[in-house]
T-cell receptor, first 113, second 111 residues
């Protein structure tokens, strides 16, 4: 299957700082990527859809000014958590589709202290 | 009512047993069905992908889809401790861009 690489796999940051998470499709081009958030023992919650060359589409309740998404190329999407707070601590996962199949990155565990 | 219902378990079985997982859904527009395995603190890994009713086998895994009943299943034969993980069902229809996930079932295979 297709490979989606996410980096970093874990990060600890201080409250008030910003963190950038990268998501790359390694062996295919992805015009659309998806960003999810997952709380412990819960399923994935879609945060936003990242579209190459255009603005991201955010799900209801997700602050677009806090979670900045940039999809600068067909193989790279980034999620920046701005002015992070402890409540932003979570597991963030990106995904890309090849037709109907969705492939996921390894996930990034963010801890804000 | 959620679009996709999945019993979160947990499910504990002895090594070698058959693991049976299932999901029901309400949106008859769903066309593609997937099963993912997720280990703790890792991203989901695609296990099986089907689009038609019937069975699909891949090694020890069998995915079953019954569109008339809006019911999908995943069977794991000869389960191993390494199969201990959370299993998520997901489904999509081509005209939509979103995956709809089940809650995930946590499975433990005891040695």
């Amino acid at each position: 299957g297709a490979v989606v690489s996410q980096h970093p796999s874990w990060v600890i940051c201080k409250s008030g700082t910003s963190v950038k998470i990268e998501c790359r499709s390694l062996d295919f081009q992805a015009t659309t990527m998806f960003w999810y958030r997952q709380f412990p023992k819960q399923s994935l919650m879609l945060m936003a859809t990242s579209n190459e060359g255009s603005k991201a589409t955010y799900e209801q309740g997700v602050e677009k000014d806090k979670f900045l998404i940039n999809h600068a190329s067909l193989t790279l999407s980034t999620l920046t958590v701005t002015s992070a707070h402890p409540e932003d601590s979570s597991f963030y996962i990106c995904s890309a589709r090849v037709f109907a199949e969705a492939f996921f990155g390894q996930g990034t565990r963010l801890t804000v202290v | 009512q959620k679009e996709v219902e999945q019993d979160p378990g947990p499910l504990s079985v002895p090594e070698g047993a058959i693991v049976s997982l299932n999901c029901t859904y309400s949106n008859s527009a769903f066309q593609y069905f997937m099963w993912y395995r997720q280990y703790s603190r890792k991203g989901p890994e695609l296990l099986m992908y089907t689009y038609s009713s019937g069975n699909k086998e891949d090694g020890r895994f069998t995915a079953q889809v019954d569109k008339s009943s809006k019911y999908i299943s995943l069977f794991i034969r000869d389960s191993q401790p390494s199969d201990s993980a959370t299993y998520l069902c997901a489904m999509i229809w081509v005209n939509d861009y979103k995956l709809s996930f089940g809650a995930g079932t946590t499975v433990t295979v005891r040695a």
